[in-house]
């Protein structure tokens, strides 16, 4: 509403610390982080009238008891128990001050202010609220004149309330609370079902919550990291002139062989099936039909002989309904063979799979704008578990034209010290929050992994330091032409004590498109590695150039005819070109310090169930 | 490199004017935006030495034709050429001066410059390239001696040069342009299977080149006012506190049913059949299975009849090949049925879906942060065609916890108006290109809608007003109830001269979810219309009284128990909340002038093949 203008400053202030609550432009209410995350804790908004709502976090009620007996007892007790609050919650002081000490519980309609001439009763209930704003929350001060602590108080509640910001009553972290004076709308909670009512619970617990975790204070941190990720991640890329381009989710190109990929189908029709397979559905149904037939021509030939020779009628009778019989089952086969050939209607009349990546269709884009990056979901459906992929994930790809391998790497540097700064400067409260609660590092992994430049090594050189190891037993021994595994990665980054960028792989290892290195036996592939989570990024020079680029496409037998398209980029103004691929979930563990990327997205998809 | 600083000025000028070429940071050449989109054209870089890369837009030859005869004749022909060119061509006069008139055409090798000694030809092309940074071109001066015009010329050829920047030899619109002294590389391409070599290609004989069309400059602008907008809405919805959510694009939730919606399998399995329909497979192949041990039965039987008989061999012998056909048939249809019960194998053990929609999934983040926002591809599979959505559509969904519909509207217009002005800012390079190419009006347009408020109608007040009109016949006639289409959403527009807000629609025209308003038969729904496209956002308040939405989830004849994490959002700290989706490729239209969708995506997607 107001900014407060320094002198001799020219420019408004862009962080100023109003004076006055700002209401939020499109809720009705103002938003904690505006209040708590101020320099001055709130101080600077005592006595201002405010709307504010949220979920309760946790809850406490400060009551007397019903007395057991007579009249006389009740008033000592309310006595006693007024003491006890004057005396440890200073706040109290106040309310009793303007209230009274009269314990009578009125209950009250939610939502009305107590009635005229009523009393007041001495039910207190403290809440904590959150509005997903801030990690801090704030502390509600509910009279239970003004709302039952029975519906307040479950984890959970949501409540809007208006009221009258107050110093802290309570000597602690927080400098400021609310004294509700009316409550606008409370969301009760049946705390039998709702999941969250248990005080402390385990991430993996909470995964077939998805719908509700984010209410939990950590996974709420670490989605707003990842919100800053987001934003970090096309702040660099817009910045560098990037142009941002959305590969296609559903393709024709499947990269990865049937296995891994999904197919994409409509209801009624079932996607054709792989060609590779043997006999295919089909020809058996047709090779049915066939023996079904023949049957029926010798079953109609014996029953005209049957006829025309002096045979019983129990025989004849027989042969009939044997033919019947025979009849029925060509009839159910040939409906069957006749909707099978419907698939000639299929939705796309080829076969669509969700793209395991975007980088083919990328780097078509970069043959017409030079530096193009995609940000979107690949998908993979592998079923076996793993902490660091999903069958849902989501990727940043780049693509750079005029580029080699070390524009790549470069490029993949600057990024992630781009990206590990961005967070640690913006995402500083929930960063520090998660420290708190698991991983003391992740602020400090974040600043060096910001500062220090990346070791560059070979895969061949990687391989050699690996072998000489002494001091660890790995569970895969290292070899040449073997993939480094997880506990190789984090060697290697210990090792050298920063992130590690490991180059020319042998062409075995990566992509059919990774560019082939004069060696005939490498490739001009690259990955980063990172503390915590190992790779992090991959990337490469792609291949330009069309014969090596046809036979390598032979070698990983893949489909050619699925390929024209992109072969085609070789053929009409082919260019050297390099990109990357961020891991983005896995990007969200790193500066987390979380170590399951199922905590790491909002709703992470795997093997079994969908629960939403 | 160096940034010129102003006298007077503590702070360093963001957007100095270079006194040097920088080089890009990650492909070893100059951005051709860097030379050209500069205040004075590039004219302060004259003399600088760059390599530059791009793709030939146009391009043409000046040169003698060889002389048919004697040295005489030739000589005469030199002089005539070096005479024409000197009146009609003044970068001539430089060139002659420098390399003298001889004509004499040697075909170096590209990449190499002229040998010593060797005198030059005065063939020159000219070429005009982009790189994608810039609507404008760059023109390139190069001389046969160092590549052959063949190779260079044909459109969507790719070069990298290195020369130096000279002040323009031709009067025009250009200050600027290269001399080439050395070719670094050149893709070739094949002009018969080019699909960009024709001059002039519309946009829909473009859509099935996807991979190709970014490089036409009216493609690429607009796919680059598409980055624009991608990056205006994210920073509307960063600066306004919303949180991004990767709402998940595989879902058990099938709001459109199941006609509408791809369905996700693996390869190996076809996805379990929608339970509504009639006979299923299964019951058919064990029928016949059936049927079919019930006729072995019988035939072993007769067979063991005829062995125990006095039959002719004849007679054993056809029973007996009658039965081993049968039973070949019998094994057959046991084998399928066998590979189908290993549907309970699925990778999802319940029917899983391509999202219609991520709506539902953020408004389980809405209570938790309050402000959130989606950003991702939404599917639908229906064969008609549309100039508004494909199968694959990418959708903003936002979602305001203790927000209403008038919140939500608020934002809304909010949202166009800032994303309408940010465009016409930052993207005024191609949205002039695409106003001269095509839709004259596309700036003042946006310009308008980001100053206009927009007017706001209920629907009952938009049929009266379409029902009043008589200078106009639509050809669907309007009545309450009745959905707009096209025709009355423009003649609105038209009408009010601005963006219009329908809201309070019919409950029947609206999704199951969206909030029944007092009157029990409208809902709390709008949609912002704007010129050119119609209906660009639809928004509503949801439903949060479970009993209300439960009701609604059985007339919509929904399956409730895909429901049931959703509904749980009401019963579980339930709180009022609204929102909206943007139809982003519709707001590419909206925002660059153009009239299908498939020309403002990267890669369509919708019924037909699917090319890559």
């Not at 005396?87 to 001050?97: G, V, Y």
């Not at 990687?462 to 990665?489: P, Q, R, Y």
């Amino acid at each position: 509403m107001s900014s407060a203008h320094q002198p001799f400053d020219e420019m408004p202030n862009p962080n100023p610390t109003p004076t006055q609550v700002e209401f939020s432009k499109y809720s009705k209410r103002v938003i904690l982080k505006t209040i708590l995350d101020r320099e001055d804790g709130g101080l600077g908004l005592v006595d201002q009238r405010v709307v504010v709502g949220g979920w309760v976090k946790s809850s406490r009620e400060l009551r007397k008891d019903p007395p057991p007996m007579s009249g006389d007892r009740k008033e000592d007790a309310e006595v006693k128990c007024v003491e006890v609050f004057r005396s440890k919650i200073p706040f109290l002081r106040t309310f009793i001050q303007v209230f009274g000490g009269n314990t009578t519980h009125t209950k009250e309609k939610v939502g009305s202010k107590p009635a005229l001439g009523s009393k007041p009763a001495l039910s207190i209930t403290l809440l904590k609220i959150s509005d997903g704003s801030s990690v801090t929350s704030l502390q509600i001060v509910v009279d239970s004149s003004i709302a039952p602590a029975s519906q307040l108080m479950p984890t959970g509640t949501c409540i809007l309330a208006e009221g009258v910001l107050q110093k802290s009553s309570i000597q602690g972290k927080h400098e400021i609370e609310l004294k509700a004076g009316k409550m606008l709308h409370i969301g009760i909670v049946d705390q039998e079902s709702y999941p969250l009512s248990k005080k402390k619970l385990a991430l993996s617990g909470l995964r077939d919550h998805a719908h509700f975790r984010p209410r939990t204070t950590t996974v709420a941190s670490v989605l707003k990291v990842r919100n800053g990720l987001n934003q970090a991640s096309h702040t660099f890329f817009q910045n560098h002139g990037f142009v941002h381009v959305d590969a296609p989710i559903i393709t024709a190109t499947n990269t990865k062989g049937s296995s891994e990929s999904f197919q994409v189908s409509t209801s009624n029709f079932s996607a054709k099936e792989p060609e590779p397979e043997p006999a295919s559905t089909d020809d058996t149904e047709n090779a049915s039909l066939e023996t079904i037939k023949l049957l029926i021509d010798e079953k109609s030939k014996k029953i005209e002989e049957l006829k025309r020779s002096d045979s019983t009628k129990e025989a004849l009778d027989a042969a009939l309904q044997d033919l019947h019989k025979i009849n029925l089952l060509a009839d159910e086969l040939e409906a069957r063979s006749k909707s099978k050939s419907n698939t000639e209607d299929l939705f796309f009349s080829n076969q669509a799979f969700l793209t395991t990546s975007g980088s083919l269709h990328l780097e078509s884009f970069a043959s017409a704008f030079g530096y193009v990056y995609a940000f979107g979901p690949r998908f993979q459906a592998t079923k076996s578990e793993s902490k660091k992929t999903l069958a849902e994930n989501w990727m940043i790809e780049t693509e750079i034209a005029f580029s080699e391998l070390e524009d790549a790497m470069k490029c993949a540097e600057d990024f992630v010290k781009f990206v590990s700064n961005w967070v640690s400067k913006n995402c500083h409260e929930d960063l520090h929050f998660l420290s708190k609660r698991g991983d003391k590092a992740i602020i400090n992994r974040l600043n060096s992994v910001a500062l220090a430049p990346f070791e560059k090594i070979t895969y061949a050189t990687a391989v050699e330091v690996l072998n000489k190891v002494t001091d660890t037993t790995f569970e895969t021994k290292i070899e040449l032409g073997v993939a480094l595994s997880d506990e190789h990665e984090s060697y290697l980054v210990e090792f050298y004590k920063k992130p590690v960028i490991i180059f020319d792989f042998p062409k075995e290892l990566k992509p059919f498109n990774v560019r082939l290195n004069d060696d005939g036996k490498t490739v001009a592939a690259f990955d980063v590695i990172v503390p915590k989570v190992g790779a992090l990024v991959r990337g490469s020079q792609k291949e330009e150039r069309l014969n090596y680029l046809s036979k390598r496409i032979e070698e990983s037998g893949l489909q050619k005819d699925e390929y024209e398209w992109y072969l085609d980029l070789c053929k009409q103004g082919a260019v050297k070109h390099s990109g990357f691929d961020v891991m983005f979930d896995v990007m969200v563990l790193f500066a987390t310090g979380l170590s399951d990327v199922r905590d790491a997205i909002p709703f992470p998809r795997h093997h079994g169930k969908l629960h939403n």
